[in-house]
């Protein structure tokens, strides 16, 4: 077995497979360390460092492999990589995750810094340190990484820290919340711009213009307005959605290739793919490897189902955000906030590597039970198949 993408989803995935004793699993990733991309924003301050040892995450009989594929040869069953051997496999489970998606926006790519990676934190942090005291920050894009980063950067009081958020603080939360995040960001001494005409058109060196005419002093632009996923699977020939997700049907199995099963941010199982999330990717990972061994007893494997909670965002290290949803994910107007959140966040990032670290020790030990999956699966379903357009 061998697992590519060592996130949330391809971890717990490839713990959960080692609950047969005859089955070798190998994982494949880019680093050598697990990243908490939900801490991201605190390693650019320097209040987490965002990296969690294999070591600690992973069961101890799966095989790390630090290299990058570079295409996967369905037909041989053989993962091609960049810098290494190639590597045979009988099944694959496919987590390769997501990352920045190319800005469409004049000079965003040239000169805005995305945070979506490890590499990327670095980076931008390195830039960060440089700049003097007081210099502009701009933060385009106000979605939880947003405006948890514009938290974090202003709670440090080093920078003059503005947040551009087209026409709505947190597009996803409920107006409540929103406005209670907005509160706090303002508290916190950041510049929020939102409403008509706060919309990024150009970015330059020194500057970001909007829509309507303004234009900001920006020492350094911090860009995380979308995500994308890599397109391995469309360069490998087999069948993605538009946005280059895999597509499978509702147990993760591609819709090309019953070896290949999905798992986490980078696929669309019947074309009606879940939020990018590590609340949706750890249940994915499971639900993944129940796929693959399902397909090794000769069984029939369970449709997928996923369920929300809510969001969680830290704004700055005292203060948070729980924004409560129904199953489907759509928001309630419940929140909790405050330092009682802060503490939830906190203690929800820690239950994130814990839940890793259970399954190596304990595989199968997560459950995610049938009763708490969204209720409209079906309908979003419908209406996806309806819509989608396999792409290869």
């Known amino acids: ?36 991309r939900i801490r991201l924003h605190q390693r650019l301050v320097g209040s987490d460092d965002a990296v969690v040892d294999y070591a600690d995450v992973l069961a ?22 960049t810098d290494g051997p190639d590597l045979a496999y009988d099944h694959l489970v496919y987590a390769v995750g997501s990352g920045s998606a190319a800005p469409q926006v004049p000079g965003a790519g040239e000169h805005a ?39 974090e950067l202003a709670e440090t009081g080093r920078w003059a820290v503005t947040l551009v958020c087209g026409p709505v603080v947190g597009p996803s939360l409920h107006p409540g919340s929103s406005q209670v995040a907005a509160d706090r960001l303002r508290a916190l001494g950041v510049r929020v711009l939102d409403g008509p005409g706060s919309r990024v058109s150009a970015v330059g ?20 307005a979308g995500f994308g996923v890599p397109d391995l699977a469309r360069r490998s020939g087999l069948s993605t959605d538009r946005a280059g997700r895999l597509l499978t049907d509702e147990t993760l199995t591609s819709v ?18 879940f939020r990018m999330s590590c609340q949706a990717a750890g249940q994915l990972g499971a639900q993944a490897a129940d796929t693959v061994l399902a397909h090794l007893a000769g069984r029939e494997p369970q449709p997928v189902h996923v369920g929300f909670v809510g969001q969680c965002l830290s704004l700055g290290r005292r203060e948070g955000l729980v924004q409560l949803s129904h199953r489907d994910d759509t928001v309630r107007r419940s929140r909790v906030s405050g330092r009682a959140a802060a503490t939830l966040k906190e ?21 995610a039970p049938a009763w708490f999956s969204d209720p409209h699966r079906a309908g979003t379903v419908a209406a996806a198949a309806r819509a989608v357009e396999p792409v290869r």
């Open 60 to 81: 101890p009989r799966i095989r790390l492999v630090v290299g990058i594929v570079d295409r996967i040869d369905v037909d041989a069953g053989w993962l091609v990589l």
């Open 205 to 224: 060196p020194d500057r970001v213009r909007l829509a309507d005419g303004r234009e900001l002093a920006s020492a350094a632009t911090v860009w995380t």
């Open 347 to 367: 203690a929800i990032c820690w239950g994130t590597v814990a839940q890793l670290r259970f399954e190596a020790r304990r595989p199968g030990l997560f459950v």
């Open 1 to 36: 077995m061998v697992v590519v993408g060592g996130g949330y989803a391809g971890v717990m995935a490839a713990n959960r497979l080692t609950q047969r004793d005859d089955v070798d699993v190998t994982l494949v990733n880019a680093r050598e360390a697990f990243v908490e």
């Open 113 to 151: 810094y995305a945070l979506t990676s490890l590499e990327e934190s670095e980076r931008l942090r390195g830039v960060l340190d440089a700049l003097a005291p007081g210099a502009p920050v701009v933060v385009v894009g106000a979605g939880p990484s947003g405006i948890e980063t514009a938290a």
């Open 256 to 273: 090309d290739d019953p070896r290949v099963v999905g798992a986490g941010d980078a696929v669309a199982p019947s074309g009606a793919p």
